[in-house]
C-alpha cells in the first residue's frame, strides 16, 4: 500500500479492501438513509452539499441536523453560495439555537460571477457520521421533484448516492476536516485575526487521536451474514476507494481514474451523466474503446436547463456518434446522475459532471470501486433504464437538424471555450 509521506493518506486510486457499499437512488432513498445516520450521531455530523433547500422531502434532513445538534452532537453544515445562495432566516436561527454550525463556502458578493476566481465552487456531496459511516455521490439537498431550473418535475429524477462503511470513510473525513478548518482560518485571517487563524490551519491537519475515539466506537453492523447485502444494490467486504478533484493537489485524480478505465475496457462501458462534454482526453479515450468493438453507451439527460450546455454539448455527440458511441437521453424527467461502469468490474458513484466546470474547476468526490459484484449490480440497472427508460440519439437526424440550430452548437461550444480560456484552462 502507498502511502502519502505527509498525512498517511493512500495514493490517489489505491484501492483498499473491507467496504460495505449500498447504493441509494434518489432522496427517496438518500434522505431516510441520511436522517437514520444522524438520528444515531453521538459525536460528529458533518454534511457538505452544493444545493440545500428547506422544502419538501429536503425538509427531513434539516430537521435531523437540528436534532442531532440539540442533543450535543457536533454539527458542521457547509453549502455552496451559488449552489444555495440563500438559507431561510427561520433555518439559520433554529440551526443557531441548537448549535448546528453552518457556512458557506464562497459567497458571491458585489460581483458574483462576474469574477473567473468566483467559478471555483463546492459541487461535492460529503456526510460523514463519527467518522464511521460516510455518503458520496451526486444528489443534492433538495425534494427528487422540484428542479431550480425546471421547476417541479412530472417524476422524481435520476440521481444516486453511495452510503460507505469501512476504510475510505477516514478520507472522507480527511478532506472535509481540511476545507472547514482553511475556510475558518482564511476568515479569522480577513478578519485580522491572525492567531486564531493560525490555530484553525493548524487544525485543518489530521489528527490521529480524534481519528481514535471515533473508531472507539463499534463500526455500523454489516446488513448481512454473507457477502452480500439483502438489498438489491449492496455488497460487503468491497474494494474501494474515495477519489477527489480540487485545485490544488488533486487536479486530475478523477479524470485520469476514467482515463485508465476506459483505456482498458475490452467489452462494455455504460456512462450515466446529467451535463456531458468531456473533454479531448475523455473524448479520444470513448472513440478509441468504440473503435477496438467495445460497445460503449452514454445515458444523458434529455431535459437540459441553460441554453449553453446543451447546445454545446451537440457538436461533442456527433463526434462520439460518428465514431459508433451510442447515446440514449433520459425521458421519464431530470437526470442528474454522475455513475459509469465498465466491463462489469469497475464502477464509479460521485458528483462529478464529464464537463468543464467538474473537471477543471469546482471540487468534486468520487468513490470508485473494482468489486465485480456492485459493478454488475449497477450495470444490470443502468442497462435496464438504457433499454426501457431512454430515447436513441439519432445520428443521422442529428447531422440533418438544419444550419440555423448547427450554427447554435458552434457558437456555444465557441462560447464555452472562451469562457474557460479566461480561466486560464484549455478543454
Known sequence: MHQSPASGRVAPGT????H???????GAEFFPALVEAMDAARMVVHLET??????????SVAEALERAGRRGVVVRLLVDGVGTPHVPEEWRKRFADAGVTLRIYAPLGRLGLLLPSRWRRLHRKLCVVDGLVGFCGGINIIDDQDDVALGRLSAPRLDFSLRVVGPLVDDMVETMEQ?????LAAQRARQ???KAAWDALRASRPVGDFSRLL??????????NGETSPLPLGVDGARATLLLRDNVSHRHDIERAYLKALGEARQDIVIANAYFIPGRKLRRALTMAASRGVRVRLLLQGKYEHFLQSRSARPVYQQLVDAGVQIHEYAPSALH??????DRRWSTVGSTNLDPLSMLLAREANVMTTDRRFSSLLHSYLDDLVLHASQVLDAQALGRRPWAQRLLDR????????????TGHRY
Open 337 to 342: 446522475a454522475k455513475v459509469a461502469v465498465v
Open 50 to 59: 452544493y444545493i440545500f433547500t428547506f422544502a419538501g422531502s429536503a425538509l
Open 20 to 26: 460495505q457499499l449500498l447504493l441509494l437512488q434518489g
Open 215 to 224: 473508531h472507539a466506537f463499534d463500526a455500523p453492523a454489516s446488513t448481512t
Open 15 to 18: 484501492m483498499r479492501a473491507g
Open 179 to 183: 476545507l472547514w478548518w482553511r475556510m
Open 192 to 194: 485580522r485575526a491572525f
Open 411 to 422: 457558437v456555444a461550444f465557441g462560447v464555452m471555450r472562451t469562457v474557460l480560456f479566461l
